[in-house]
């Protein structure tokens, strides 16, 4: 009798293993990748919530050092040698509970942070801003007589509630008329950058030099005489670092930089330099340990007699209520920076007007 021998199937079985090994190695491999993804986002949602607390430990930080700061006898005056603006700290400050602190590198639980905080009223108040100052803003910066009325009316019919242009302004039907069209605001700024939208303003105007590609240069005199056909003029700084939307609305003359003190009706540049002088001590720089701050307005009318009483009344402080605070936090290898506006009332009432984050990086 004869037997037929089996097929054998044994390479048949072992292609067969293989191909559901592999199969249940990729699935391994989907589940481990979509658990680590999981872990991932669950520890960044957790970063970010951690994040968001460093920031507003640091207002609340910043909030504590400005009313520290407000309640120091014999200080009626906010400085750039001050500790809230970075500086070394004045006398009063050494007798006080900021005696040693420092706006750097605070630690918090996992994270830190470092403040960064500058008040509002070093410039001017676009919204507040009188037309005298307003045209005197335009005439220190150079910008050419035929143009200033134009540019300075069409600055207050922008912020104007009403819809009447003044003599050289400009309200709606002007912009309507543009490519692409656009309406008057007919209310305060919330952004300088707004100015580029008036009637008159230039790129050049706004950011100051003649391409508004780089930084503009410190202050330099200008004769006035003229451009070339052609020729984009070369301001000496731009509208962005005179203005700010918000502040006070009086101009802190112990942190207004020469182009903004410029800004009062009958101070010049030399008189500019003399304030700064005065102010720096006698080593000649701004916020260090031998600053002399002007511990009222009127003292600058014995530096320049050109600055009335009225001016002064009118345009000009020595205390500052309104800061930008920049919250600079870090946890791990995540970097993020958050903005606060502060309103100083009182040193019992410091208020949150604002807060935002303004830039992120995140770590591997």
């Known amino acids: 009798m004869n037997f037929r021998p089996a097929p054998k199937n044994d390479g048949i079985a072992l292609i067969v293993v293989m191909i559901a090994i592999a199969v249940l190695m990729g699935l391994a491999f989907a589940f481990a990748f979509s658990m680590k993804i999981e872990t991932r986002l669950a520890s960044n949602a957790d970063s970010e919530q951690q994040m968001v607390w460093l920031g507003r430990a640091g207002v609340e930080t910043a909030r504590w050092v400005l009313a520290q700061e407000a309640a120091i006898p014999n200080e009626p005056y906010d400085s750039l040698n001050q500790i809230w603006a970075g500086g070394p700290g004045s006398l009063g400050e050494t007798n006080s509970v ?216 009118q345009l000009c402080d020595v205390r500052s209520r309104t800061f930008e605070v920049h919250i600079l936090c870090q946890l791990g290898n995540y970097h993020r920076e958050y903005v606060a506006i502060l309103w100083r009332n009182t040193p019992q009432d410091i208020r949150v007007l604002g807060f935002w984050w303004q830039s992120k990086e995140s770590g591997s």
């Open 98 to 313: 900021l005696s040693g602190f420092s706006l750097n590198d605070i630690p918090l639980g996992a994270g830190r942070f470092t403040l960064k905080i500058v008040d509002l009223e070093r410039k001017v108040n676009i919204n507040a801003v009188p037309p005298m100052q307003l045209q005197q803003v335009l005439t220190v910066m150079g910008v050419p007589a035929d143009s200033i009325s134009v540019v300075s009316d069409s600055i207050l019919d922008w912020i104007s509630p009403e819809n009447a242009p003044r003599p050289a302004g400009a309200e709606s039907d002007y912009y309507q008329g543009l490519t692409p069209p656009y309406y008057a605001k007919n209310a305060p700024m919330d952004d300088p950058s707004e100015l580029l939208l008036v009637k008159g303003v230039t790129p050049e105007m706004y950011w100051g030099g003649s391409a508004g590609d780089h930084a503009p240069a410190a202050f330099q005199h200008k004769l006035g005489l003229g451009n070339a056909p052609g020729e984009a003029p070369n301001y000496p700084f731009g509208l962005k670092d005179i203005f700010t939307p918000i502040s006070a609305g009086k101009i802190n003359i112990n942190t207004a930089d020469a182009n903004v003190l410029q800004t009062i009706p009958g101070v010049d540049a030399q008189a500019a330099a003399d304030i700064i002088k005065r102010r720096a001590g006698p080593d000649g720089m701004d916020g260090t340990d031998d600053d002399t701050p002007f511990r009222s307005p009127g003292e600058l009318a014995g530096i320049d007699p050109q600055v009335t009483q009225q001016v002064l009344s």
